[in-house]
């Protein structure tokens, strides 16, 4: 029977905690074990490249075109659903993509912000910030948790 990858991650930082860093001499030794131990909790929650932490990402893009799509901004760029794939590979490619048109609907923003009222300039701004907002909080709920402290002091 196979593990899997988080799994083995967790093995791995256990081992670290319980057998090798206890026999480090030195803080820095030890902050540098901590230092692994940070990057291979950011490796078991992002290694997996699962449908649904790529879907939560493409929810976000819907909902920015159903947005902006009430501002009567054209949206074909963004998916209007949820891609019912689940090979991550289609779904990360759909986000990548997505992200680029919504990079180069922020710098038609600016360039055609003097064209714009200024009720419509700022409903596209409220729902860009809506939107990176959202991107930013899973982003942070998907990544490990900071370890400056042992790191930097060599102990938990």
Request: glycine content about 6%; proline content about 4%.
């Amino acid at each position: 029977m196979n593990n899997s990858l988080p799994r083995l991650i967790d093995g791995m930082v256990a081992t670290l905690r319980s057998e090798i860093i206890p026999h480090l001499d030195g803080e820095f030794a030890r902050g540098q074990a901590f230092g692994v131990i940070y990057m291979l909790n950011n490796i078991r929650l992002r290694a997996d490249w699962s449908p649904a932490f790529l879907g939560e990402q493409l929810a976000a893009l819907v909902e920015l075109a159903v947005s902006l799509g009430s501002l009567g901004v054209d949206t074909k760029f963004i998916p209007e659903t949820a891609p019912d794939s689940s090979d991550p590979r289609v779904l990360e490619a759909l986000r990548d993509e997505g992200d680029q048109r919504v990079c180069a609907l922020m710098d038609w923003l600016e360039q055609q912000r003097a064209q714009l009222s200024v009720d419509t300039a700022a409903a596209l701004d409220a729902a860009l910030f809506r939107y990176m907002n959202r991107q930013l909080k899973w982003e942070l709920s998907t990544s490990a948790k900071p370890m400056f402290a042992e790191i930097s002091g060599g102990a938990e």
